[in-house]
């Protein structure tokens, strides 16, 4: 399976990269109902992200640039930007995966 990028951090005086492209999502529009939801579990909430691209994330994106999904995690010293993958992405890789 083709492995996911790496995550971006970035501290709160400074703005994260979009873990697929590298660009700044800085017209990136988070739901205030997402945010609350996040902020109930707690600053620091582990988000989960399986091998396979899902994820158990409260806030999850499409970056504005590239278009594709990451989930963003709340932490006390920032933020962070986790990469992960639709549902029919997963669907294909698995495809390929028995192909
Ligand atoms: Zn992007």
Redesign the pocket.
């Known amino acids: 399976m083709t492995q996911l990028p790496r995550n971006t951090t970035a501290d709160y005086g400074d703005f994260p990269?979009?873990?697929?492209?590298?660009?700044a999502?800085y017209e990136l529009t988070v739901s205030l109902e997402a945010l609350m939801v996040s902020l109930q579990r707690g600053l620091g909430h582990w988000v989960e992200v399986e091998p396979d691209g899902s994820t158990d994330a409260d806030i999850v994106c499409d970056?504005?640039?590239?278009?594709?999904p990451?989930a963003v995690a709340l932490k006390a010293e920032g933020v962070v930007l986790i990469p992960v993958r639709t549902e029919a992405d997963r669907r294909l890789l698995a495809g390929e995966g028995r192909a």
């Open positions: 990269f979009c873990p697929w492209c590298r660009e999502p970056c504005p640039h590239c278009s594709k990451f």
